[in-house]
């Protein structure tokens, strides 16, 4: 068996990650999809917490047909020590082979540490960074043709603007 890990902070989780996890499936059996820097919500940069992260991408994931035996979600805490990082993700995740991702960063430690790197840039990664679409939200410009539908529906089911432009309001 294959095992693959895609690492993101998916704040808020868009069409990008979803082409992203349905290339590397062509590829692995099984993905680990690491829902990183778990400990931050409720910033500007990091609107959503861990829990609605993976809600989020479990609604995307469900409406796209992919069974939940092809993937794991496991939160990632960032640890601010990148000489240890690989090892803190490694004792978090079971066993894998390949690591996926539009991080240059991200991949050199993976490589570094004897992995299979996979750069993939992210579908129209211009338009589809999470970035961008928070921008768009406090802008109250259009944003949810960026996400996959389930995860537009959950953003306004939690009142994710209405908490956005609150955050930033109050900087």
């Excluded at 999470?130 to 529906?153: C, D, F, H, Q």
Aim: charged share 25%; hydrophobic share 35%.
């Amino acid at each position: 068996m294959r095992r693959g890990l895609f690492i993101g902070r998916f704040q808020p989780f868009h069409k990008g990650h979803l082409y992203v996890i349905k290339l590397a499936l062509k590829e692995v059996d099984e993905l680990i999809i690491g829902i990183g820097s778990t400990q931050l919500n409720y910033e500007v940069n990091n609107p959503f917490t861990c829990g609605e992260r993976l809600q989020m991408i479990r609604e995307a994931l469900r409406e796209e047909n992919i069974s939940p035996d092809k993937y794991w979600l496991i939160p990632i805490p960032d640890i601010h020590n990148n000489y240890v990082w690989v090892s803190h993700v490694e004792s978090l995740c079971p066993p894998f082979h390949v690591v996926y991702g539009g991080n240059k960063h991200t991949l050199k430690l993976f490589e570094d540490a004897g992995y299979e790197v996979k750069e993939v840039e992210i579908y129209g990664s211009g338009e589809y960074s999470g970035t961008e679409i928070r921008k768009k939200m406090l802008n109250k410009e259009p944003w949810e043709t960026y996400v996959p539908l389930a995860v537009a529906s959950f953003i306004k089911k939690i009142k994710g603007v209405e908490r956005l432009l609150t955050i930033a309001e109050s900087k």
